[in-house]
């Protein structure tokens, strides 16, 4: 058994879909996050600038004793995860291995779709992942650069005619193509799930990057015996690089509880 807190970090709010995931599937477990709110979007960043941010994030949260990492970020998992993993003398888990293996057991036809930042498309990680476990699959990309920004503004709601439209027009490339399963490749995403599973109907699956990375790392706790001792409740600890206020106001939409007067803000540069 291992009490120390695991990390979790994305570019912003949407990493906490990840966190609401492993407070109900561990809920033992004592997690510290970091939203790096003052940056967000990583989405149109270079890979230099994404490997930098990515290294401040975890500069930041090995600042604590952790036993593991959860990269809540599809745009780092897909350009920087053989680096920062290489650089960790901890396990490191992303997004993109465990939605790909996800999406691959439950497509029928291996007609799969792909949602996600214009830089997790372009890394081509996703697609070369899905190759390698099934050379059959037909994967059809599209990036949504529209999608993070109108999320962390709450432009997420059924009913919202800003999100709605810019969902159509992303979407309807992945519905011509007749795709079984749509992977949310960004912990962003699911808050989106209501409108984006209302265009692509009933009989497409969308797969969550961010519960099947806390499927991944619940898998790996226990493989390690590395678990929080069952029975004791778990914390959360909540930080980001922009006005904390912020945080707490939309954070809890993220995490379908409130959080509280208890988000810190930190200067992530001094990192």
Do not use: W
């Not at 990375?213 to 778990?234: H, I, N, Q």
């Amino acid at each position: 058994m291992d009490q120390r807190p695991v990390g979790v970090f994305d570019s912003g709010l949407g990493g906490l879909t990840a966190v609401r995931q492993l407070r109900q599937m561990m809920p033992s477990e004592h997690i510290i996050y970091f939203g790096d709110t003052a940056r967000v979007p990583y989405g149109n960043r270079s890979k230099d600038t994404l490997l930098k941010y990515a290294r401040q994030d975890l500069r930041f949260l090995r600042s604590f004793d952790l036993k593991a990492v959860v990269i809540a970020c599809g745009t780092v998992s897909s350009n920087c995860m053989e680096t920062l993993q290489a650089e960790n003398d901890i396990p490191v888990i992303g997004v993109v291995e465990p939605t790909v293996r996800r999406a691959v057991e439950v497509t029928r036809s291996r007609r799969v779709g792909l949602i996600a930042t214009r830089a997790s498309v372009n890394s081509g990680a996703y697609q070369r992942l899905f190759y390698e476990m099934d050379p059959g699959i037909q994967v059809f990309s599209r990036a949504c650069p529209l999608f993070v920004p109108l999320v962390e503004e709450g432009r997420f709601h059924s009913g919202d005619v800003v999100i709605e439209t810019v969902a159509r027009e992303y979407l309807r490339e992945l519905r011509e193509a007749e795709v079984d399963t749509l992977v949310l490749g960004c912990t962003h995403y699911p808050l989106l799930m209501e409108v984006i599973g209302s265009i692509m109907g009933p009989e497409v699956t969308l797969v969550d990057a961010g519960c099947e990375s806390a499927y991944a790392l619940k898998r790996m706790l226990r493989e390690r015996s590395a678990a929080a001792p069952e029975g004791t409740v778990g914390d959360a600890d909540y930080y980001a690089s922009d006005r904390a206020a912020d945080f707490e106001r939309l954070g809890g939409l993220f995490l379908q509880e409130e959080i509280g007067p208890k988000v810190r803000q930190i200067d992530i540069e001094a990192y």
